[in-house]
């Protein structure tokens, strides 16, 4: 994203007051929507450009910060104001997702949910994301307000949170932070660790470490051991996904004769 003044960006006076940044945004979000610039990639950029600036000026706490910087550092104020926020941070309690909204009911644009399909095909999924803990998950689709995350997802949720990812980076340029995945995995235990516990040395294929798993007594066959943060790593410094070991016990000799013969275990 180019480096450039916020107000010049917007058009606007260093002195434009709430109402005339909020006037500009408008103005210039509807120039430059993805519904009136298909596949114009510099329309793309400015967007973006466009989405960071009012995110910073309609704040006034962040644009008082600004404004510091900008009469120290000039133009190079964008480059330091960002040392301090990151992306997350400056879509903060923004209310670019309603000024969005708005201009969807007034002019019969689309919404999220039409440009995620149309961005990734009628088969990805679509469906709008929920308002969740701490902000925005990504309840419009052009920033979130929250790097929080939900824990215990599945596949297909995660699969529509990253290519969702995928989508407010290509309109925005922010990636938001992701979990890393769950890995599964089988362990065999013997009868006599199973039900004693205690510790099983098991080697982690992915990160090619070797890990010392403790073993609760009483696990049974077919439950599941998880072990925290050693999944697959997450990104933008989220955390890591889990490791599932679903435990298998191992059947004595004779039982196995038995089962191959048809014969009562």
Do not use: C, W
């Given at each position: 994203?180019n480096?450039q ?6 058009g606007i006076?260093?002195g434009?007051d709430?109402k ?8 210039l979000?509807f ?17 973006k ?7 910073v000026?309609s ?10 910087l900008?009469?120290?550092?000039g133009?190079?104020?964008q480059?330091?104001f960002?040392?301090?926020y990151?992306?997350?941070d ?6 670019i997702?309603?000024i ?6 007034a002019?019969?644009l689309?919404g999220f949910?039409?440009i995620f ?17 701490g902000g925005f998950?990504?309840g419009g689709f ?17 699969l ?6 995928k ?14 995945a769950d890995?599964?995995d089988?362990?065999t ?12 040395a098991?080697?982690h294929r ?11 007594a ?5 439950q ?8 697959k790593d ?5 955390p890591a996904?889990d490791?599932l070991l ?5 059947k004595?000799?004779?039982h196995?004769i ?5 014969l009562?275990a």
């Open positions: 994203m480096t003044n916020y107000y010049q960006v917007l006076s260093s434009a709430a005339e940044i909020k006037e500009a945004f408008r103005k979000a120039e430059y929507h993805p519904d009136r610039n298909n596949g114009n990639d510099a329309a793309a950029d400015m967007m450009r466009i989405n960071e600036a009012y995110a000026l704040n006034p706490e962040k644009r008082s910060q600004y404004d510091l900008l009469n120290q550092y133009d190079g104020a480059e330091h960002r040392r301090s990151s992306q997350q400056i879509f903060k309690e923004s209310d997702q309603q969005f909204e708005e201009m969807a009911r002019f019969g689309r949910d039409d399909k149309d961005f990734h095909g009628q088969g990805s999924g679509g469906g709008r994301f929920k308002h969740g803990h998950h990504a052009f920033f979130s307000t929250s790097a929080g995350h939900r824990t215990g997802r599945g596949h297909g949720d995660r529509f949170g990253s290519l969702a990812n989508m407010l980076h290509k309109l925005t340029g922010i990636y938001l932070p992701e979990k890393g890995i599964h089988r362990i235990l013997e009868p006599g660790l199973a039900d004693k516990g205690g510790a099983y098991y080697y992915e990160k090619k470490k070797k890990l010392v798993v403790h073993v609760p009483g696990v049974r066959d077919g599941v051991i998880r072990l925290a943060g050693v999944g997450g990104t933008n410094g989220a996904g490791l679903n435990v298998k016990l191992r004595p000799l004779i196995k038995k089962q191959y013969l048809g009562k």
